[in-house]
């Protein structure tokens, strides 16, 4: 197997490639799974795939393969199931490459990054530092999130990893404004805005779907969340759509305060400004398919022809 490290490769999408080999004949592996190049699984890395491997062999969530069986439309059938020849073990002292003649039967390719940002954010993941390392490192990222920034607040921002969890990293509340103002720059040429990869408080799944809610809250604040309990750190930053001031952004960082009653301030300073504000609800119609249909598996041989075709 060959894994470039998509963050959000799951059980479902397992279950998808699984099938995918079923269906081309594939009963039984001569050997062992091994993989060549990053492989995440289940937001964790599995570079010798024990836990990818048990899901191919039939050991899988019941959950995730009821909501792959009602995607197919084949409610009665069976879960997906290869038999390996080899022990699992052996993978710790044999390589992928050198293994013989390779044969490419199954290519998965990941959701679309809009959607996977979108999702990643609204749960706060901290499978995101794969991305930091994919755009050059976290001193790459740093360097490029610090020429946006005015000066006097490029020295506010330093980041120790890309995932929020490094002592190291430090940011001020306004140059986490200014990063998200840059944000919205970024994606208004495209058609896009914060709500296109931010949750929507009270309408996505993740950390925001349960805050800001009730009258006069749902739909109305588009944010990210930062938690970090070993320090007792949490944050909260995002932007409001108002009538009279446009979009009004904010950023509320609390260190040192139990992570509950930190929520419960800035729920409550979030909520003055909008009650003040007047804000509106953000444009924004949910996007309810699972991640895992926006990916794609296809037998190999049919990508081939389909890149072949002008």
């Not at 930053?237 to 992570?259: M, W």
Request: glycine letters at 10%; a positive charge; aromatic letters at 6%.
């Amino acid at each position: 197997m060959r894994a470039n490290g998509d963050p959000y490769f799951v059980d479902e999408n397992a279950l998808l490639v699984a099938r995918a080999l079923r269906d081309l004949g594939v009963r039984k592996v001569d050997g062992d799974l091994r993989v060549e190049g990053k492989l995440l699984f289940d937001w964790k890395a599995d570079a010798l795939a024990p836990r990818l491997r048990r899901v191919f062999e039939g050991t899988v969530p019941t959950a995730a393969w009821q909501a792959v069986r009602a995607q197919t439309g084949d409610p009665g059938a069976r879960a997906p199931r290869l038999v390996f020849s080899g022990s699992s073990s052996s993978a710790a002292t044999k390589g992928a490459a050198g293994a013989g003649a390779e044969t490419l039967l199954v290519l998965h390719r990941s959701q679309p990054l809009l959607a996977m940002l979108k999702a990643l954010n609204g749960y706060s993941n901290n499978i995101f530092a794969p991305f930091a390392d994919a755009a050059g490192g976290i001193r790459a990222v740093e360097t490029a999130i610090r020429v946006g920034l005015p000066a006097a607040y490029q020295q506010e921002l330093v980041l120790g990893d890309g995932a929020g969890a490094h002592p190291k990293n430090r940011m001020s509340p306004r140059a986490t404004v200014e990063i998200l103002r840059q944000l919205a720059a970024e994606l208004a040429p495209h058609g896009l805005d914060l709500a296109d990869v931010l949750p929507v408080a009270g309408i996505d799944d993740g950390t925001l779907k349960k805050r800001l809610v009730g009258p006069n809250g749902q739909g109305i604040v588009v944010a990210k969340t930062g938690t970090y309990g070993d320090y007792g750190a949490c944050a909260l930053a995002g932007a409001l759509r108002t009538p009279s001031h446009g979009l009004v952004y904010f950023a509320i960082l609390n260190r040192g305060v139990p992570i509950e009653e930190g929520r419960r301030r800035q729920d409550a300073f979030v909520r003055v400004l909008v009650d003040s504000l007047g804000a509106e609800p953000w444009s924004y119609l949910r996007d309810d398919a699972p991640a895992f249909t926006r990916a794609e598996v296809v037998p190999a041989a049919q990508a081939t022809t389909a890149a072949a075709t002008p």
